[in-house]
C-alpha cells in the first residue's frame, strides 16, 4: 500500500522542472505578450485623457455631410490638432461612434482630450456663426 504524500511534498517541487523546454518558451511568450498589452493599454488610456497639442489657442473644422471618420481624423489634424491622424481615427472607431459624429462647424480649445472632441463631435456641438 501506497504512502499518501502531503500537500507540503507535493508543492516543493519547482514549477519549472515539470516543464519542457518548449512549455517554458510559450509560457515566456504569452506573459511578454500580456505585459505588452498591458503596456499598450495604459498609453492609450492616458492619451485618451490628456490634453492635444494645438497649433493655436482655438481650432476650427467644418465637417460636411458624408465624410467619413479617417477623413475626419486627418482633417482635425490640417487644421491643427496636433497628434497622428491615424490615432485619432483608431479612437473613433474603437469607441463606437465613429458613425455618429455628426456634419457641422466645431471649435475645439486647449486643453480638449480625445475623448472630448469625439463627444463634441457625436452630440453636434457646434459653434454658431454670426452673419
Do not use: C
Not at 498591458?38 to 498609453?43: L, P
Not at 463606437?96 to 452630440?123: F, W
Amino acid at each position: 500500500v501506497g504512502r499518501s504524500r502531503t500537500w507540503a511534498e507535493l508543492s516543493s517541487a519547482p514549477f519549472g522542472r515539470s516543464l519542457s523546454k518548449g512549455m517554458k518558451w510559450l509560457l515566456r511568450a504569452v506573459l511578454a505578450l500580456m505585459l505588452m498589452a498591458g503596456v499598450a493599454t495604459g498609453a492609450a488610456w492616458l492619451w485618451l485623457r490628456s490634453p492635444l497639442a494645438l497649433a493655436a489657442p482655438s481650432v476650427e473644422l467644418s465637417i460636411e455631410p458624408g465624410t467619413n471618420p479617417a477623413e475626419v481624423a486627418r482633417a482635425w489634424v490640417a487644421a491643427g490638432v496636433q497628434t497622428d491622424a491615424r490615432w485619432l481615427y483608431q479612437w473613433f472607431k474603437l469607441s463606437g461612434q465613429a458613425k455618429l459624429i455628426r456634419a457641422g462647424s466645431y471649435e475645439v480649445h486647449a486643453g480638449v482630450t480625445p475623448r472630448e472632441l469625439l463627444d463634441k463631435m457625436v452630440r453636434g456641438d457646434q459653434v454658431l456663426e454670426q452673419l
